[in-house]
């Protein structure tokens, strides 16, 4: 199963790239934490109608990717795998608005296409802001920066355990699907039934050695605490980071940028 | 320096099925000892291992490490003294990087900057990985694995080094690596192993555990010798006392040979 395994090594490949060093890699975990915070909200708190004045904030991941070196064709694949998700959700959008908005000569663009267009725009930005968070910080830093800002360390450690068990679950998955590929001679195998009982096993088989991880962490004196070697302190380009992002996106949110540009030119 | 003992003392355990995996086991294993733990498969090897650090509790005994007994209360100073290698060492590799799975232990035990820098550093030149160190770990070969393991908990400082099935699945030029670097850590080491060879090279003291209980503990050299105790307990003498097959007469006088 070539593609599973290739898909492992792509997810590995995200946290790779968070030891790059960059300035954006060297700034503070928490202060790039804290501004895709203010960028999410401010993208997602607008009506569901809402487009034009969502487009100038790829303004945040254009810079973000140029400035951390960070491979944007590698980002954009990772933003399309998530893509059918989202259609999936924004799916019955134009069936059940049908209200007609918009008339572009004799096409009509009912509410429905409109929300579903919106959807996938604050998709796209939500979902490339986190995978710059997690390519620019590493996930084990993310983590730990939401714990030294008040998440509670319960959640961030199931993230951690989370994070690592999804690693755990695919190279498994991998394994399974090669060894039951090679012995269905190129045809289904027991079809569905073999899939039953092998989604069983992995359930098992990663648990077992789910338990076996935790318990070699345990050796190594974990005690719930993840410590990260980079110990950053915030500095005065973290607070211009926060600051210089926060109210752009904030006056991004509060004004209509279009509307002061066309009114300069009219 | 007395951190440097392991006692058990009437150790038993019972898994939560009812197999009873250890039945009344002890020993003592004093500073600087190089000590073998064999047995077939089943016979509780590694259960027995994984009491030394406390990753399980006993039934009923107890385990010593030097003067402090094992209770959850000393299980953190326990699991500084007792460094425990596991069998594969994908279950131990979790980290992005080998440097970061290195500093996992020191991170844990509080250190930081330039102190933990040496300290990763010492342990992967320790065991000749400092190339290797920002390599991601599922990037590594198999022996290059097992080296990385081991720097993983020597990193910590440990007293006493455990290590379950230390050779398996190793290529013989990296298995005879591996043992030219055990033989020179001066820690107190306690190895499971189906390599009786590599029993034979680096431990003087060997005990056979079958069924859960010990059948003999002595010199290894001795106990190698016992052909009846090895075939009792489902062993066989090392490779390198059986004597060449090409040179044995018996077999070269076989019909067909």
């Not at chain 1, 909200?41 to 960070?70: C, D, K, N, Q, T």
Request: proline residues 4%.
């Amino acid at each position: 199963m070539i593609s599973i395994n290739a898909a492992v090594i792509d997810l590995k490949r995200l946290d790779l790239l968070a030891d790059g060093d960059s300035q954006i890699h060297a700034l503070d975990s928490r202060a790039k934490v804290l501004v895709t915070l203010v960028f999410i909200v401010s993208v997602v708190s607008f009506g569901r109608y809402e487009i034009v004045r969502l487009l100038p904030f790829f303004a945040y991941p254009a810079v973000m990717i140029a400035l951390a070196g960070l491979p944007p064709l590698y980002i954009a694949r990772k933003i399309a795998l998530v893509s059918p998700f989202i259609l999936m959700v924004g799916l019955f959008n134009p069936l059940f608005d049908r209200d007609v908005l918009y008339q572009i000569c004799q096409v009509q663009i009912s509410g429905g296409w409109i929300s579903l267009f919106s959807l996938l725009v604050r998709s796209l930005l939500t979902v490339s802001a986190a995978f710059i968070l997690v390519g620019t910080t590493g996930f084990t830093a993310v983590c730990q920066a939401l714990q030294r800002l008040g998440t509670p360390q319960v959640f961030t450690v199931q993230l951690l355990f989370l994070h690592r068990y999804i690693l755990v679950l695919a190279d498994e998955t991998g394994r399974a699907s090669r060894a039951r590929e090679l012995r269905s001679c190129g045809k289904k195998g027991l079809g569905v039934a073999s899939f039953g009982s092998l989604t069983g096993h992995l359930l098992l088989r990663t648990w077992l050695q789910a338990e076996r991880i935790h318990t070699a962490m345990l050796a190594r004196g974990f005690t719930g605490k993840f410590h990260v070697p980079r110990q950053s302190r915030f500095s005065a380009d973290d607070i211009l980071f926060v600051l210089g992002w926060s109210l752009l996106f904030i006056s991004l949110r509060a004004a209509d940028i279009s509307d002061i540009i066309g009114a300069l030119f009219s | 320096m007395s951190h440097h003992i392991v006692e058990a003392r009437n150790l038993q355990h019972v898994y939560p099925d009812g197999t009873i995996a250890i039945k009344d086991v002890s020993f003592r294993i004093t500073h600087g000892e190089s000590v073998a733990i064999i047995g077939a498969n089943g016979a509780g090897k590694s259960t027995l291992l994984q009491h030394l650090n406390g990753c399980l509790y006993p039934t009923s005994g107890q385990i010593r490490i030097g003067d402090t007994l094992l209770t959850k209360s000393t299980l953190p100073d326990i699991r500084r003294t007792v460094g425990m290698v596991f069998q594969y060492p994908d279950d131990q590799l979790f980290m992005p990087t080998v440097f970061e799975d290195v500093a996992f232990g020191p991170l844990n035990q509080g250190l930081s900057g330039s102190d933990l820098e040496r300290r990763v550093t010492e342990a992967l030149v320790q065991v000749g990985a400092d190339h290797l160190r920002t390599k991601p770990p599922y990037h590594l070969s198999g022996g290059e694995k097992k080296r990385v393991a081991i720097a993983t908990v020597l990193a910590m400082s440990p007293d006493i080094l455990v290590m379950d099935e230390p050779t398996s699945g190793l290529d013989p030029f990296a298995r005879r690596q591996l043992m030219s670097l055990l033989v020179e850590f001066k820690h107190t080491k306690i190895f499971t192993s189906h390599d009786l060879d590599m029993v034979l090279d680096l431990c003087h003291r060997t005990i056979i555990l079958h069924d859960g209980m010990i059948m003999a503990d002595g010199p290894t050299g001795e106990i190698f010798r016992n052909d009846a105790l090895l075939a009792a307990c489902r062993l066989e003498k090392p490779l390198s006392m059986q004597g060449c097959p090409l040179c044995n007469t018996d077999y070269a006088t076989k019909p067909g040979n």
